[in-house]
C-alpha cells in the first residue's frame, strides 16, 4: 500500500513562531552576533519577537567616540525607544588629535574606495567626495599620494577644530547631558583613553577612512613618534593629551549634575591626570587649568551631586605619562580635590579602586590615603579596595584598613611599593614590613581575591619573611604572590 503524500509545509507548521516573545527573548541571550542575525532571517514573526533580544545584544554596552559624531549617535540612540532600555553601559572613548599626529598621517591606499580614487575631502565643514583622474587598479595610471595626503591632513584638521570648538562651546556635555537623560536603564558610565579592537565604536569607523590609520586616544601608550620627533617633543603631545583627558572627567560629572541622573551602577574614569583641577564657580570666564570650561564642570557643584550615593563601584585610573630620563624633565603636581569632596556623597560605594598608569619602574606614591585620613573621609559600605601600580605608606594603610575594618574583606594590590616614612606608634616596628604584623595581631580577615605582586626594596633580606607571613593570614590560602 502506497503511503499518502506529505502535505506542503504551510504558516500554520511554524512552530518556532508561535513561541511566546518571552521564550524567544531568552533563547537570544544564548546566541553570538551572527547565530542573533540568522536567527532573525527565520521568519517575519521570528524578525519581530527578536527585537528585544537583538538590541539588548548590539547596545547593552553602548560604545561611543568622544566626538561631536560619537556623541549625536548617543542621543540618537537615547531617544530611540527601542534602544534606550537596552542600554545598560556607556562607553565613552577619548580620541584625540595633537599637532604632532599630521606627521603620521600618509598618503598610500587603505579602503577600495582610496584605491578607486574617491577621496573624502573637508571644505569649509562641508563633506565632498572628489574623483581622481584615473585609478590605481588601471595599468600605468596611479593615485597622487600627495594629494591623498594633503585630503588627510584637512581632515586632521577639521577634527581637532571641531574637538575644540565642542569643549569651548560646551557642546560635548550637553550632548551628553541629553542622552544620559534618556537612558531609564543606565547603570554604568565609563570614560577610557584607549580604543578596543574588539567591539564595535560609533564613530570611530568615519575617522579611519578620512585619516587612513586609527586615530590617537588621549594616552602616551597610543603615541608613537615619527623618528624625525626630538624626546622633548613627547611632552608637548603629553600636554594635549592630558587636556583631553582632564576634560573628558569634566564633561562626565558635568552630565551627570545636569542630568540629575542615579544609577546604582559603577563610574570608571580612565586618563585621568595627576593635576587635574576645574573652575571654583560656573561663573568664572577663564578656563580651569586643566582647559575645562568652567560652565562644564565646577567645584561648587559638587556639593549638589547627593544623587551619586547609590553608586556602588568607582575605579579612578590615572593618565600615563611618557617615561621620564631624568630630573629636570616636568612632573605634575598630585591635586585630587576634586575626588576627596566626590567621595563622602558616594554612601553606597562598595568598591574602590585607584590605579596609577604610570610604567611599574615609576610608580609613584599619589598620597591618596593619607589625604583621605587625614581628612577622615570614610566609605560605610566598602568592601573592596583595589591599589595598583603605585607607592604607599604603610602607616596610611593600615589607618585606612582600619577605619573600614567592618565592612571591608577583599584586598587588591598589585605592583604595590610598600614604605614607611612616618615611625608607627605602639607597634613597635621598625622594619619596611609592618602590614603582615598588623594583621595578624587585629586578626583583621581578607576573603576572596587579593594578588600581591610587590615591587619592595630589592636588597631586604625579609622579602621571602614578608610573603610566607601574608600567606599565613587568616582567611588567606594559596595566594599567588607573584614573582
Known amino acids: ?41 527565520a521568519s517575519r514573526t521570528i524578525h519581530a519577537k527578536t527585537y528585544r533580544g537583538f538590541f539588548d545584544y548590539h547596545f547593552e554596552v553602548t560604545h561611543v567616540t568622544f566626538t561631536r559624531e560619537g556623541l549625536e549617535r548617543l542621543v540618537g540612540f537615547a531617544k530611540d525607544p527601542k534602544i534606550s532600555p537596552s542600554v545598560k553601559a556607556i562607553e565613552l572613548i577619548l580620541v584625540a588629535f595633537p599637532n604632532r599626529g599630521k606627521q603620521c598621517l600618509t598618503g598610500k591606499s587603505v579602503i577600495i574606495e582610496e584605491r578607486d580614487g574617491q577621496i573624502e575631502i573637508w571644505e569649509d565643514g562641508e563633506s565632498t567626495t572628489k574623483m581622481q583622474q584615473g585609478s590605481a587598479e588601471k595599468p600605468g595610471v596611479k593615485t597622487p599620494q600627495k594629494t591623498l595626503r594633503r585630503a588627510r591632513r584637512r581632515i586632521y584638521s577639521h577634527y581637532q577644530h571641531d574637538l575644540n570648538n565642542i569643549r569651548r562651546r560646551g557642546v560635548d556635555v550637553e550632548l551628553l547631558t541629553e542622552a544620559l537623560r534618556h537612558l531609564p536603564a543606565l547603570k554604568n558610565i565609563w570614560l577610557v583613553d584607549s580604543i578596543p579592537d574588539y567591539q564595535q565604536v560609533w564613530g570611530l569607523r568615519k575617522i579611519i577612512i578620512g585619516l587612513g590609520m586609527m586615530p590617537f586616544s588621549a594616552s602616551m601608550r597610543s603615541w608613537v613618534p615619527p623618528k624625525h620627533n626630538s624626546y622633548e617633543s613627547r611632552f608637548e603631545v603629553e600636554r594635549e593629551l592630558k587636556a583631553i583627558g582632564a576634560h573628558g572627567v569634566g564633561v562626565v560629572l558635568g552630565a551627570i549634575y545636569r542630568s540629575r541622573i542615579t544609577f546604582s551602577g559603577g563610574l570608571i574614569l580612565k586618563g585621568v591626570p595627576y593635576d587635574i583641577e576645574f573652575s571654583k564657580t560656573p561663573d568664572s570666564r577663564q578656563l580651569s587649568p586643566s582647559a575645562t570650561p ?190
Not at 504558516?11 to 524567544?24: G, H, K, R, V
Not at 605592583?415 to 614590613?433: F, Q
Request: glycine content about 6%; overall charge negative; some cysteine.
Open 1 to 41: 500500500m502506497d503511503r499518502p503524500a506529505l502535505a506542503p509545509s504551510s504558516p500554520d507548521a511554524d512552530l518556532l513562531s508561535d513561541l511566546p516573545t518571552e521564550t524567544i527573548t531568552s533563547i537570544c541571550e544564548y546566541l553570538d552576533g551572527n547565530d542573533m542575525n540568522n536567527f532573525r532571517l
Open 294 to 483: 568652567s560652565k562644564t564642570f565646577a567645584m561648587s557643584q559638587i556639593a549638589e551631586m547627593k544623587y551619586l550615593s547609590r553608586i556602588r563601584f568607582l575605579h579612578v585610573v590615572t593618565f600615563h605619562y611618557a617615561q621620564r630620563r631624568d630630573a629636570a624633565d616636568p612632573h605634575d603636581a598630585y591635586r585630587f580635590e576634586w575626588l576627596y569632596q566626590i567621595l563622602p556623597s558616594m554612601i553606597s560605594l562598595e568598591f574602590l579602586g585607584i590605579q596609577c598608569g604610570d610604567p611599574i619602574h615609576e610608580a609613584a606614591n599619589l598620597g591618596i590615603l593619607e589625604d583621605l585620613n587625614q581628612r577622615s573621609i570614610t566609605l560605610p559600605k566598602l568592601y573592596c579596595l583595589l591599589m595598583d601600580n603605585m607607592g604607599i605608606e604603610t602607616p596610611a594603610l593600615i589607618s585606612f584598613l582600619d577605619a573600614h575594618r567592618g565592612t571591608l574583606r577583599r584586598l587588591h594590590l598589585d605592583n604595590i611599593n610598600l614604605c614607611v616614612v612616618v615611625p608607627m606608634d605602639g607597634l613597635g616596628d621598625s622594619t619596611l614590613l609592618l602590614l603582615v604584623p598588623w594583621l595578624e595581631r587585629n586578626n583583621w580577615n581578607i576573603f576572596g581575591y587579593c594578588f600581591m605582586n610587590t615591587n619592595l626594596i630589592s636588597y631586604n633580606p625579609n622579602i621571602l619573611e614578608f610573603r610566607e607571613g601574608f600567606r599565613a593570614v587568616r582567611g588567606i590560602r594559596d595566594i599567588p604572590l607573584g614573582s
